[in-house]
């Protein structure tokens, strides 16, 4: 049989092409990684979102006393007071009333003053009134806003924090000297060491359990005798990816770059600029994502001080190279990394929002000229948290397995706290002060 002559496939041979090229894009794309229906609301309301978010990575970048748990505490402080706010004032966001915006404006600028009252960063006042008159000149509202109910918003939240922080936690922990005492970290200067007694938001810490370090290895000085080699031979081997990568992840400069809690806020901003979502999902979403950043600060620094691991830089001084240097000189114990916590708690949550299955690029340092910031691109979210904790390993503050057992940490956090927002709302306990009452 010719198919050229009889077959209709080679009549229509024209159309095949682009018809095979829908198909496969199609069936390529799953459902998280198309865009969710939005409307003129909803725009507006992520990029109201988005922009104050924008300010706060800003003010963080000048901010010397932004150290990553405080970020942490920071971010959740914001991110509860607006899903608080959304809540209080439910029926006009549901009716998607003009109102509801400015509500929301104000709610930002209120919560965000707030939170830099005692600590101001230069420029802070002008910066703040600046971007919350930009946005308020744009709405066209008349309309009163119930200030007093947010500022009683804020103050609910605020007291979950003061009453948390600095308490002692009734769990039995693992007795902090399991770690032999010549390798143990001097943590005479660490800063925030009482971070890991503060009750957390969701996760039941004694619940999260973290084995001692290299407790799978015969000998403990080998291992980290094997480890520190290792973090060695490969600093003075770096390649110019490497040393990108490095800098790349690093945001440990106070004063110059935001911490790493920012990092993951920002690049979901990023990810919200190419796929808008519901408002009332995103103020889920930045929600669900402040608290795991937030309980998984407390839970990495409940055991980098139980196990008060050394740093590499410490062990190679000792045994190996006594004129080494790491890239930064963190303040705090080893294991496990924080960066690698934070990075693995937030992609569990970007995975339950938008999964998987998606290229992602990270634009967070572009433009930057004291170091090389030019953006990355990753196969997908899980990716990128591994090369986040990778890079720790190869700038000399983390030995591999800080890095490995901070994301299984990460993970578990994460997970369990993706989804929270609604399963809160969603309880049978009110949540609303009821202002108008």
């Known amino acids: 049989m010719n198919l050229k ?38 725009r507006k309301a992520n990029m109201l979102i988005r922009d104050w978010y924008q300010l706060y990575f800003k003010i963080e970048e000048r901010d010397t006393s932004s150290f990553p748990v405080l970020s942490a505490r920071n971010a959740a402080r914001l991110s509860m007071t607006i899903l ?4 209080e004032f439910e029926d006009a966001f549901s009716a998607q009333q003009p109102i509801a915006l400015k509500t929301l404006n104000m709610a930002y600028y209120m919560a965000m003053s707030d939170l830099y009252k005692d600590y101001k960063v230069t420029q802070f006042d002008d910066w703040i009134k600046e971007h919350f008159n930009k946005v308020e000149t744009t709405l066209h509202v008349n309309d009163a806003i119930d200030k007093q109910c947010i500022s009683e918003i804020i103050h609910k939240v605020n007291s979950i924090f003061e009453k948390a922080e600095h308490l002692a936690e009734k769990e039995q922990m693992v007795p902090s000297n399991y770690v032999p005492i010549r390798f143990r970290y001097d943590d005479r200067t660490s800063i925030l060491k009482k971070w890991g007694e503060n009750p957390t938001i969701v996760v039941d810490k004694s619940k999260i359990n973290l084995e001692p370090p290299y407790s799978d290895h015969l000998n403990l000085e080998k291992a980290l005798y094997d480890e520190s080699l290792s973090v060695y031979t490969q600093s003075l081997q770096l390649t110019s990816e490497d040393k990108w990568i490095g800098d790349f992840w690093s945001d440990d400069v106070r004063g110059l ?5 920012s990092r993951w806020l920002n690049i979901t901003d990023g990810i919200l600029a190419t796929s808008p979502m519901p408002f009332e999902k995103v103020i889920k979403l930045y929600n669900d994502l402040s608290i795991a950043l937030y309980d998984g600060s407390v839970i990495c620094w409940r055991y980098k001080f139980t196990y008060n691991l050394l740093r590499p830089e410490n062990f190679i001084n ?19 990394s924080g960066h690698s916590v934070f990075g693995s708690a937030a992609v569990a949550v970007l995975e339950f929002y938008f999964g998987n299955n998606r290229e992602v690029v990270d634009d967070s340092h572009q433009g930057r000229r004291e170091f090389f910031g030019e953006p990355r691109k990753f196969k997908n979210l899980e990716a990128m948290a591994k090369e986040n904790a990778y890079s720790r390993f190869l700038i000399g503050v983390h030995y591999l397995n800080d890095c490995e057992k901070g994301m299984e940490l990460g993970r578990k956090i994460g997970e369990e706290i993706a989804g929270y927002s609604d399963r809160y709302i969603n ?10 009452e």
């Open 5 to 42: 002559s009889s077959s209709w496939i080679y009549n229509f041979r024209w159309l095949a092409i682009p018809f095979l090229l829908v198909l496969m894009h199609l069936f390529s794309c799953s459902a998280s990684d198309k865009n969710e229906d939005v409307n003129d609301f909803d």
């Open 84 to 87: 608080s706010v959304y809540l």
């Open 257 to 261: 770059t935001f911490t790493p809690i």
């Open 318 to 336: 000792k045994f190996i190279d006594t004129r080494w240097r790491a890239m930064h000189h963190p303040d705090f114990p080893s294991y496990p």
């Open 427 to 436: 309880s049978t306990t009110t949540h609303k002060l009821n202002c108008e």
